[in-house]
């Protein structure tokens, strides 16, 4: 059955939601979070839901996106919540000095300032450390809400300073009924994009919505297994004829990761059901072939690779490592 907050327009994370209202409720909010969790599982949409209940001027708070307030933060349109996201795949320094700006005047017509900083495990060092200033010693009526992929990226001053609320894959069932219900999908359709979302319901609504991003995700796995039959040149040569763009790079990685991850339950015996069941009997075959140890090295070199992108590293030259690590079926 399908959890959907109507009045916060959030679908699942339930404790998340619970949280941030009793938060607003007692006026006890803290003057930065840090989300965290997969791509696409609800971060930003969390953040914006945030951000309209903070400055939501309805009968009922929050109204469900009907007052003025919420319905220009909803379009990003806001002039008293910004929204800083990398260009590039890179959060720069000169970002963070503009948002201070912003920050050090007063509300134009909300009742809090918000800014909500997308992936921010993209940022510069010095972008990062720019931003310290802000948390330790935040402007008045001021919020900040960080989103990434895992607080491991960032450095512990910054976590440290903020309300860490780590987002999980939703069920199956949870990512199917909002489909059905809420987008019109075909039941059968909506079953199949819930099991490959790996949990990630913003990922399941835009492979219904569009075509483009199935069609990706099965790229990413024919790259895989050219890459996995292949001598280390052939390897080599695949990582050559990719596209080195960092967000590119970090969306095959994210199809890579699920791959393992089923790899190893399958490896390991699990009943948990595995996330590419159309892939499954190739999946059975490379787990026969390379064990549990095998699945483990492979999916723990590509959560190395996602971390150390996240650090700005040569991509090129963090995929060429990857491709080493990787086994021979």
Not at 241 to 270: C, F, I, M, N, T
């Amino acid at each position: 059955m399908t959890t959907y907050h109507r009045s916060w327009q959030v679908i699942g994370h339930e404790w998340a939601v619970e949280h941030l209202s009793r938060a607003i409720q007692h006026n006890r909010m803290r003057h930065a979070y840090l989300l965290t969790g997969p791509t696409q599982i609800g971060k930003t949409t969390l953040a914006r839901a945030f951000a309209m209940a903070l400055n939501c001027t309805g009968e009922q708070v929050p109204c469900g996106g009907q007052c003025r307030a919420c319905k220009l933060i909803g379009k990003d349109s806001h002039l008293d919540v910004s929204i800083i996201e990398s260009e590039s795949g890179t959060l720069k320094i000169e970002q963070v000095r503009e948002l201070q700006q912003i920050l050090a005047l007063r509300p134009y017509e909300a009742r809090y300032r918000v800014a909500i900083l997308r992936r921010f495990h993209e940022a510069l060092p010095a972008a990062a450390n720019a931003l310290l200033k802000t948390l330790e010693e935040p402007p008045p009526g001021v919020v900040l809400i960080l989103t990434a992929s895992s607080a491991d990226l960032l450095l512990p001053t910054i976590v440290s300073r903020c309300q860490p609320l780590h987002l999980r894959p939703l069920p199956v069932d949870t990512i199917r009924d909002a489909l059905i219900n809420q987008w019109g999908a075909p039941p059968d359709l909506a079953q199949t994009l819930a099991q490959l979302s790996g949990g990630r319901i913003g990922w399941a609504i835009r492979a219904y919505e569009d075509s483009a991003e199935l069609e990706q995700r099965t790229a990413a796995l024919d790259i895989l297994e050219k890459a996995l039959l292949g001598t280390r040149r052939e390897r080599f040569a695949l990582v050559e004829h990719l596209s080195l763009e960092k967000p590119a790079v970090l969306a095959l990685l994210d199809v890579w990761q699920g791959y393992w991850r089923d790899v190893l339950l399958l490896a390991a015996g699990s009943q948990v059901p595995i996330t590419n069941d159309d892939s499954a009997e190739s999946l059975r075959d490379l787990a026969q072939g390379i064990g549990l140890d095998g699945a483990h090295r492979a999916l723990e070199a590509t959560r190395r690779t996602i971390i150390s992108l996240g650090k700005n590293v040569n991509v090129r030259l963090a995929m060429e490592v990857l491709m080493l690590d990787y086994p021979k079926p």
